[in-house]
């Protein structure tokens, strides 16, 4: 079996791993490089077989619908087919149906598959495990070949809300692993300790009770967040949001495919707004779920100050890069409580203690050296990009 990372031994982002036998190629992601800086313009993967010449791949398979891990797919060439997880290619839709209708059209004819029922693209056996990130229907997969085994992790976390099921997940289904894959985001910021995801929604639901008209800046597509904070609504309170977000909420709710109590159905309003807020939530009081477009930003600005509350529920970086938004929550009350989508340094050795596997090759990460030395007793390749690694 032939490993080669295209892209993410050394950054966080626009993510694509190749693993071949004699007969298959495939590959696992496709992502689209993220940068905070708007001027930098995104490398598009380069692929011989893959994104140019004659087709040579026999599948992609998506590990979650983050853009740094499809969004690329417009490049890969159309006769390639795609393979995702049955509610991540719904949500992917919606996105894409409003930021990139290419991406649209390429996600339109993708198969899926659902957690724990592994598939095959020619001699390659892959399982898909649903694993805790800030994404929903979120996958790692093991991958098996020629008689060796592989875990590419994707983008995980061990502090989120379904954290208790990876013992079994490790035991049941992963195994002897001879690569492990993972992702290693943390690894290069200095914090050691992780705000869990139940700390997190304990403390919005707190930050709720404080102000009359509550704004909850968080993304999107951050189901688990999003659920937590509207099944924990006080009752004389409904929750707001706009069409885009209000498609993507009833989709979860509504999906057929994916069995979570996080994601059912339940007694408190869900209310579509599109214009300015009416009269009687003026004079209740709501819990309205934005972004930090320009639109949201004079939406909370047309309201008096001292009946306002936001929480900012996301990764702080963005905000240096958002004026209009730095001098919003500079202004307005703001709680900042976030909880990352992305394994803690700590937790990530307790992992590899526990899959226990004979080689690890970090991704996801603008520095795998520290893994080095988070576990030095183990073999842990740090490779380069397009660099072959044979097993
Ligand atoms: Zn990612
Ligand atoms: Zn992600």
């Given at each position: 079996m032939n490993i080669i990372i295209h892209r993410g031994t050394h950054q966080i982002g626009g993510s694509a791993i190749e693993i071949s036998t004699k007969s298959t190629r495939i590959m696992l992601d496709f992502g689209k490089e993220l940068s905070l800086d708007e001027k930098y313009i995104p490398e598009n993967l380069d692929i011989?077989?893959?994104?140019?010449?004659v087709p040579n791949c026999d599948g992609i398979v998506i590990s979650h619908y983050h853009m740094d891990h499809?969004?690329?797919?417009?490049?890969?060439?159309?006769e390639i087919p795609l393979y995702m997880g049955a509610l991540s290619k719904e949500v992917a839709m919606i996105a894409a149906e409003y930021q990139d209708k290419d991406l649209y059209l390429r996600l339109l004819g993708a198969n899926t598959f659902c957690g724990g029922e592994a598939f095959s693209i020619g001699d390659i056996r892959i399982r898909p495990l649903v694993i805790d990130h800030s994404a929903a229907d979120n996958y790692m997969f093991v991958i098996e070949a020629e008689g060796k085994r592989v875990l590419y992790t994707g983008d995980f976390r061990?502090?989120?809300?379904?954290?208790?099921?990876l013992h079994k997940l490790v035991n049941t289904y992963?195994?002897?692993?001879?690569?492990l894959i993972t992702?290693?985001?943390?690894?290069?910021?200095?914090?050691d300790d992780c705000i869990s995801e139940v700390a997190v929604l304990e403390d919005i639901s707190s930050y709720i009770q404080d102000g009359k008209y509550v704004f909850v800046m968080c993304s999107s597509t951050n189901i688990d967040r999003i659920m937590g904070i509207w099944q924990n609504m006080p009752s004389d309170k409904v929750l707001i949001c706009d069409a885009y977000q209000k498609r993507i909420l009833d989709t979860v709710i509504n999906n057929v495919y994916y069995e979570s109590s996080l994601y059912r159905r339940h007694d408190r309003p869900l209310v579509l707004n599109k214009g300015p807020y009416p009269k009687y939530y003026m004079n209740h009081g709501f819990v309205s779920l934005v972004r930090g477009t320009e639109n949201f930003i004079s939406q909370i600005k047309a309201l008096p100050k001292d009946d306002v509350r936001i929480i900012?529920?996301?990764?702080?970086?963005y905000i240096e890069e958002n004026l209009a938004l730095k001098a919003l929550l500079e202004t307005y009350p703001t709680y900042i409580c976030h909880a990352s989508g992305h394994v803690a340094k700590d937790d990530l050795t307790k992992f590899i203690e526990l899959v226990n596997p004979d080689a690890i090759i970090p991704v996801h990460t603008d520095n795998p050296e520290r893994l080095e030395e988070l576990a030095p007793h183990r073999n842990v390749y740090v490779v380069n990009d397009n660099e072959p690694f044979i097993i």
């Open positions: 011989e077989g893959v994104t140019a010449g499809l969004g690329q797919l417009t490049s890969a060439l159309p061990m502090h989120g809300l379904r954290h208790h099921v992963i195994g002897e692993i001879d690569v992702e290693g985001t943390l690894l290069s910021r200095d914090a900012y529920s996301m990764w702080t970086g």
